[in-house]
């Protein structure tokens, strides 16, 4: 019902900045939030960032001061502007949308820092 495409992701040095974007689409009028994910190797998935609909957002501890999510409401799109990037957030990043009584997650984005 809800498709989402993440893209942006790429290979940068410690200090840079990334951004990344998730459109969404299909049966986006069921969205209640969206978010974004990573998941390291040997690591579980974790919250990165969430938005909701009331525009609130939600960052893990990690990430504060650092990264920024946004939506542009006419594209459907929400991103993840990520700076002062640390070898640490080295991750597959997924895109997450929470809609009435279920998840949907695009396929990630590979995010490689290297010091």
């Known amino acids: 019902q809800v498709q989402l495409v993440e893209s942006g992701g790429g290979l940068v040095q410690a200090g840079g900045s990334l951004r990344l974007s998730c459109a969404a689409s299909?049966?986006?009028?069921?969205?209640?939030?969206m978010g974004w994910y990573r998941q390291a190797p040997g690591k579980q998935r974790e919250l990165v960032a969430a938005?909701?609909?009331?525009?609130?957002?939600n960052y893990a501890d990690s990430v504060k001061g650092r990264f920024t999510i946004s939506r542009d409401n006419v594209k459907n799109t929400i991103y993840l502007q990520m700076n002062n990037l640390k070898p640490e957030d080295t991750a597959v990043y997924y895109c997450?949308?929470?809609?009435?009584?279920?998840?949907?997650w695009g396929k990630g984005t590979l995010v490689t820092i290297s010091s």
């Open positions: 299909g049966s986006t009028s069921t969205i209640i939030v």
């Open positions: 997450h949308s929470g809609a009435s009584g279920v998840n949907y």
């Open positions: 938005i909701f609909g009331s525009g609130t957002t």
